[in-house]
RNA sequence: GCCCCCGUAGCUCAGUGGAUAGAGUGUCGGCCUCCGAAGCCGAAGGCCCAGGUUCGAGUCCCGGCGGGGGUACCA
């Protein structure tokens, strides 16, 4: 018998091997079958699986869809995983999974345990998810949060769904925005030394740029001062981003999120390194003209609106061909097979052109994905602020976690679409109470722990217990919805959307309040866990257990905690 | 001007071309002598406008309207 991960693809199966069946029997015209045949319908009255089939065939085969219907369903084979196949117009064919399938899958989550829900579409290939890369010129905001939820979750779900995957920071630590930086860096520096100098014009205004000073003087004394009117020493600069990265490192830790990588812009730039190569594998395509003084990527011939310069004329390469070495480095220097960028849709005018610059470094054209996420708009008692790193006032990433908790800040990032602006409520995300969504899961997971615990405080075990015992409606609903699981991942990596996730935990987590209160809106103690019926009670723990199993997969793979109780 | 994203319930948002469009919150009404009321059950309330494709459109296409973003030898 199959199990939750493969049933689909099993379901399949059997459908196609009817529609053969018919079509031998001549009952159907011998008709093209398209795939992907089985769906989840919305009404679960419907059944657990469905097929639109006849609906799709009615048209090639000549007769009504419900007469298809019927023929198919009868030449479904009988089958302990599922009960006999029903019809419903206009021409769907119902198919419902068997109750000894159901309870069977209770056993299959907790023998795959913190796995339960694992896939293998991913094949093995490998994967890396590049998320939140801010410039190290300044502390993390509130958007890099959403970028760093999105990212890691969706790095999570990859891995779940089987592929290999890393996660990275691509680390900007060369480039204009760096001399700026340093610039600024210095002018707060000799100010804490009391010279009479402004930052620079388009310098960093932020108050941290005072106290990032104040922690290079508290810790290196005045080693970086120079004659009043020189320039400040690169060595500062390159040491105030090395702090910035350390606090940018410290935030994300606290966020939860763990990289494998954290790159180097500067490391491209070596002699003969990846700048070079990239370089001098445009330069063979012919693909690299000078106009102007400056050089440029030839991209209109590739498709784009314009050229872009690579080089400037001053000599300094732009960003954009940091980027081309860098994708050069993920495709043929790393061999990826899939590279997720997960951006800001400030950056969205950058995707095209990356893309055909990585085809034209030799990557795979399906193997850079580029996830845009929308702003996020910060509101605070009804007022609306915007974010930006430029503007002296910013509310960080930090503060943040601070006021809400990782846990909630993670989950509210991810309910949105990344697609969607979103408006982040940072009074009701503070509230530990009802009206945050975020203690819903993590209170069922509280409910399931707490269950077990007290059931072992009444010398109840799961151990032993008679899944086959299981039958009472709300029990089958509890255990349907921890099979959506694999459905739920298989959408993410998929789509490279994580809303799915915190959607499924909350569905998920209603279905268990639903079986855990069946007993009251029935009147009927019987439903209850623990009950004077040793049997039944060591039954439905095990369903406890596999629900509590499910549960905290859900939050892991969002990055956030199971509590056992709150 | 051109390009991208978004317009779904009072509010914040889900919704792989399929069946009666969902959730949270808010409003109203029930439920604690009951394994955790941070919970459960119920009610009211909605697809921006106008065409098209399709057996079938919230979903795809065209055109409007509205909001946001981009269009640098910034990143």
């Known amino acids: 018998m199959p199990d939750t991960r493969d049933i689909r693809l099993y379901l399949e199966g059997l459908l196609s091997q009817a529609v053969r069946s018919a079509i031998a029997s001549g009952e159907l015209p011998d008709v093209a079958v398209p795939g992907t045949a089985i769906e989840r319908p919305k009404d679960t009255a419907n059944g657990d ?42 021409g769907f064919i119902n198919i419902r999974i068997s109750t000894s399938f159901l309870q069977q899958q209770v056993e299959h989550v907790i023998a795959t345990g913190p796995a339960y829900a694992d896939i293998t579409v991913g094949a093995g290939k490998s994967a890396q998810v590049e998320f939140v890369s801010a410039n190290p010129t300044g502390p993390l905001h509130v958007g890099n949060g959403r970028g760093a939820a999105i990212g890691d979750a969706l790095a999570s779900a990859l891995a779940a769904a089987g592929y290999r995957v890393e996660r990275e920071y691509y680390v900007n630590d060369a480039g204009t925005q760096t001399d700026t930086f340093s610039e600024t860096l210095y002018a707060r520096y000799q100010q804490l030394f009391n010279r009479a100098v402004d930052i620079p014009k388009d310098g960093y205004p932020g108050e941290y740029m005072i106290d990032l000073a104040r922690e290079i003087k508290d810790e290196g004394g005045d080693q970086f001062l120079r004659p009043a009117g020189e320039p400040g020493p690169t060595a500062l600069g390159a040491l105030g981003i090395e702090v910035m990265v350390r606090h940018i490192r410290a935030t994300l830790k606290t966020f939860g999120v763990h990289y494998d990588e954290w790159f180097s812009e500067k490391s491209l730039y070596t002699p003969e390194g990846r700048f070079d190569n990239a370089m001098a594998l445009l330069r063979e395509h012919g693909q690299l003209v000078e106009r102007e003084g400056a050089v440029w990527f030839a991209s209109s011939e590739l498709g784009e609106d314009k050229d872009n310069v690579v080089i400037r004329s001053d000599g300094r390469p732009t960003y954009y061909a940091s980027d081309i070495a860098y994708h050069f480095d993920k495709f043929i220097g790393r061999r990826f097979d899939l590279v997720v960028d997960v951006w800001g849709a400030d950056h969205h005018g950058h995707v095209s052109r990356l893309k055909t610059a990585s085809r034209a470094v030799g990557a795979d054209s399906e193997a850079l994905q580029v996830l845009l996420y929308q702003l996020v708009t910060l509101k605070r008692g009804g007022e609306i602020v915007r974010l930006s790193k430029r503007g002296g006032e910013i509310i960080t990433l930090d503060e943040l976690i601070e006021e809400v908790g990782a846990d909630a800040a993670r989950f509210f990032f991810l309910l949105r679409s990344p697609g969607a602006q979103m408006e982040f409520d940072l009074d009701l995300a503070k509230k530990q109470s009802s009206e945050n969504p975020v203690f819903y899961v993590q209170y069922a997971h509280a409910r399931l722990a707490s269950m077990l615990e007290r059931a072992a405080e009444q010398g109840f075990s799961p151990d032993g217990g008679d899944v086959t015992l299981l039958t009472q409606p709300s029990e089958l609903a509890l255990i349907r919805e921890m099979m959506r699981l694999t459905d739920v991942i298989e959408t993410v990596a998929q789509t490279y959307e994580p809303q799915h996730l915190p959607h499924y935990a909350m569905e998920l987590a209603n279905t268990f309040h639903g079986f855990n209160d069946a007993f009251k809106q029935h009147n009927d103690p019987n439903l209850k866990v623990i009950t004077e019926d040793v049997a039944m009670t060591k039954a439905r723990l095990r369903l406890v257990l596999s629900a509590k199993v499910a549960l905290a997969r859900v939050l892991n793979l969002m990055g956030m905690t199971a509590p056992e109780r709150m």
């Open 49 to 90: 699986f469905a097929s639109t089939l006849p609906l799709r065939l009615a048209r090639a085969a000549m007769k009504p869809p419900l007469e298809i219907a019927k023929v198919i369903a009868r030449h479904i084979a009988a089958d302990a995983a599922i009960d006999s196949p029903a019809i419903a117009p206009p």
